[in-house]
């Protein structure tokens, strides 16, 4: 039976996108900042392909730390409506983000609130500081909870609002809008272009259609029609949608060509361009076959970590985009096994599901 058709648990779904993520922002957290020249003369003509190529232990980055407290924000804010109580959820959001803020050794602002502790932030290793985004970083410090009318760094287009924003399509029972709605609003708390916003939104949306049932495809070309729809939108993200499905018809390109026509990444249309190109580049003819999800993960992951550019968030958006289609079938049990804080990970993706189906 070909995983178009086939229909993963939302358990599944969810622990794969989290995972997924994680998976492809650790592989590409080595070669971050690296030109591909230097990735090549590392790990050969062909990048960096393996966790088995790294030398020492491997890494998560501040992706799949503010990812999981995304997760936290969201659960916070379910729990409240669960014991039928209204929340705020962009409040919800911007408190758990400030709580990781505090992981990070920064200090907000003297108006911004003190957040009550939560189980997420008893985790040493979400107390690592690795590479945080300049914008979230300066975004939450200034201590006021930026909206989408006023949103914080208006200026700032970077990826920190993509490489965090796969949690709000994973809440079943949402509207497509409200998830957008949702996801690009709490873009607004750090970045205030609208690119960083819109992109944010439109991968959330994706990741939605993806745990909805729709195959890749379709997926892809219906967020890529929406981002185009979208009033007001920053012209450069259909943009790289657009080139970014055209690209993926050829095949593989070499990275050069990639970020020639995609970019680097660092900004926020540019990963999710890179992460989608990559998932839909890579599937394989024969996606029928039992191991073809765990040969396509593999293969997106490392078209999307070899390049120079951002490779730990355009490896964490493939990830997650390919955790939320397959499921946990997709993740290479050997790659979970060098991973660093899976349990964290786990703990966060079973809090989600617990407050979304009522699963222990």
Not at 22 to 32: F, H, I, M, P, T
Request: with cysteine.
């Amino acid at each position: 039976m070909s995983f178009d058709t086939a229909a993963p648990a939302l358990r599944s779904r969810i622990h794969g996108c989290l995972l997924g993520g994680a998976l492809g922002d650790s592989l590409g957290y080595e070669v971050e900042f690296d030109p591909i020249d230097d990735i090549r003369r590392r790990f050969g003509p062909d990048g960096l392909r393996d966790f088995a190529a790294i030398a020492g232990s491997t890494h998560i980055s501040d992706d799949t730390q503010m990812t999981l407290y995304t997760v936290d924000g969201l659960v916070e804010a379910l729990e409240w409506a669960n014991s039928g109580f209204g929340a705020d959820v962009n409040a919800c959001l911007w408190l758990a983000y400030l709580r990781w803020l505090a992981t990070q050794g920064e200090v907000a602002g003297p108006a911004a609130p003190a957040p009550q502790p939560r189980w997420i932030d008893g985790h040493a290793v979400l107390h690592q500081r690795r590479h945080p985004g300049r914008a979230c970083l300066s975004g939450l410090s200034t201590g006021e909870m930026g909206t989408s009318v006023r949103p914080v760094n208006p200026d700032s287009k970077g990826c920190g609002t993509v490489m965090r924003s796969a949690p709000f399509g994973l809440v079943p029972h949402v509207a497509p809008d409200a998830v957008y709605k949702l996801s690009a609003d709490a873009a607004s708390l750090t970045h205030g272009h609208p690119s960083a916003r819109q992109s944010a939104g439109v991968f959330s949306l994706l990741i939605h259609r993806l745990v909805s049932g729709e195959s890749l495809h379709d997926a892809a070309a219906a967020v890529a029609a929406h981002a185009a729809g979208i009033t007001g939108v920053a012209p450069e993200l259909p943009r790289r949608l657009d080139v970014a499905l055209r690209l993926a018809a050829r095949g593989v390109v070499p990275p050069e060509e990639l970020v020639a026509e995609l970019g680097e990444g660092w900004v926020a249309e540019e990963a999710l361009a890179v992460g989608l190109y990559a998932v839909l580049a890579t599937r394989p003819t024969d996606d029928a076959a039992a191991d073809a999800p765990v040969r396509h993960f593999r293969d997106a992951v490392a078209l999307a970590v070899n390049h120079s550019g951002d490779s730990d968030s355009t490896g964490s958006v493939a990830g997650n985009i390919l955790g939320a289609y397959y499921g946990e079938a997709c993740l290479p049990e050997e790659w979970l096994s060098v991973l660093e804080a899976p349990d964290v990970i786990r703990g966060m993706a079973d809090l989600l599901v617990g407050v979304t189906t009522g699963e222990g």
